[in-house]
């Protein structure tokens, strides 16, 4: 572990995916038992956060690079390469990575987008049938978990402009991938992203596990349907811009993703987000909090649970972290601060624009009059209304690496 200098504070900073929402008439936040995050409140300064800008809906990943200080607009590299490091797969510069994800074909004709919800053991089994050459572009697959995977494409002229195989949809054909911007170095990868559809198809269809899958009455994984290209650059990492050390505490490939992509570490624990494992992120954070400047840690359930529109469930996700992880981490003499990435209304079932709320405590901050976390309470908060690009030089004042700014 890189070693934390004794004068620099740590802060660690805690994602709650998805924690914004709509008062019906209270918020899943309103409504929670909150004892230990409003107790931070409390004692800490508040206020609203706009993670991109304000009337803009944030994605997750856009939103997250945003708010490490590196905005999208410069940094973003498209999906693909982020889920790819996010699951661990080793990147080239230029290299041009999708999401991948299993389905489930007959007649031509898409049945099930996630083949039957094929179990990860059964995913990783057909992953040896994945990897090819095609022309002089090798096509590397790495399974994920459940259905997902990512696929990188490695050779000369590729371009990143193309357009999606999978339809986002059932009872349609596969689509045909073109090139969104008619350049010749995204023909040739849309050319190669339509043939590698089809070898998938031929290799999945022959594959000795898909046969035994129909035998036992499951659908068979025989397709691969792939989204969400982008072209991988090495980006300058958070110890060479701002000159701190991070690490990032998660579960989902997309934000350990972003994590490697600017240079974090990370502490590698089960995407499963029962009451042990968030106790051990919380532990976790505790511990990399003496080495590290920035500990990055991510919740997802309430996203999970917005988009399912579970009012109860969100709030009892936000209970959990409460009572599991907030004890712990108040415990460990870091700057703490919490806010979310995007709001997942449960009345929408999908992100939404609003601001989201964000707490920070730290002996390196104000105060102010609030005393409780949730979209209404920090309206009047110290912070005011702030953006995703507001978030890093607090945390740099925080952890006195703030340059002056004039003489």
Do not use: W
Not at 346 to 367: D, F
């Amino acid at each position: 572990m890189a070693e934390k200098t004794e004068d620099v504070n740590s802060i660690i900073f805690l994602v709650i995916d998805g924690v914004g929402d709509l008062p019906t008439p209270k918020t899943p936040l309103q409504a929670a038992k909150k004892p230990n995050i409003d107790k931070l409140a409390d004692k800490g300064i508040t206020g609203l956060l706009s993670p991109i800008k304000r009337g803009t809906v944030p994605g997750s990943d856009t939103s997250h690079l945003r708010l490490f200080g590196y905005d999208p607009e410069v940094f973003y590299p498209g999906r693909g390469p982020l889920e790819a490091l996010g699951i661990g797969m080793h990147l080239n510069e230029g290299d041009i990575a999708f999401r991948a994800n299993f389905a489930t074909v007959k007649g031509g004709v898409i049945i099930d987008r996630r083949a039957g919800r094929i179990e990860t053991g059964d995913g990783k089994k057909l992953e040896k049938y994945l990897s090819t050459r095609i022309e002089d572009v090798d096509i590397v697959y790495k399974h994920s978990v459940d259905h997902r995977g990512a696929v990188v494409f490695r050779g000369p002229g590729l371009g990143e402009f193309v357009s999606d195989t999978d339809p986002h949809a059932t009872s349609t054909s596969v689509n045909k991938s073109v090139a969104l911007d008619k350049t010749p170095q995204s023909e040739k990868a849309a050319r190669i992203l339509n043939k590698y559809t089809e070898y998938c198809a031929r290799v999945l269809s022959e594959a000795a596990e898909n046969k035994e899958r129909e035998n036992s009455g499951k659908l068979p994984a025989n397709i691969l349907l792939l989204r969400g290209a982008g072209r991988y650059r090495h980006v300058p990492p958070l110890d060479e811009r701002f000159g701190i050390k991070g690490i990032c505490i998660a579960g989902g490939a997309l934000y350990r993703g972003v994590a490697r992509y600017i240079g974090m570490d990370l502490v590698l624990l089960p995407s499963t987000e029962d009451d042990k494992i968030l106790q051990e992120r919380a532990y976790a954070a505790v511990k990399a909090a003496k080495d590290y400047d920035l500990v990055f840690v991510h919740v997802k359930g309430c996203d999970n649970a917005g988009h399912d529109g579970d009012f109860n469930k969100k709030r009892e996700v936000i209970e959990k972290i409460d009572r599991l992880m907030i004890p712990i981490i108040a415990k460990s003499g870091a700057s703490i601060i919490i806010t979310g990435d995007h709001s997942t209304p449960v009345s929408r079932k999908e992100h939404s624009a609003h601001e989201v709320p964000i707490l920070i405590y730290s002996k390196e901050e104000r105060y102010d009059n609030v005393k409780k976390f949730d979209e209404i309470s920090c309206m009047d908060g110290g912070l005011g209304h702030i953006r995703g690009k507001d978030i890093m030089p607090i945390m740099l004042n925080i952890l006195k690496k703030s340059e002056k700014y004039g003489s």
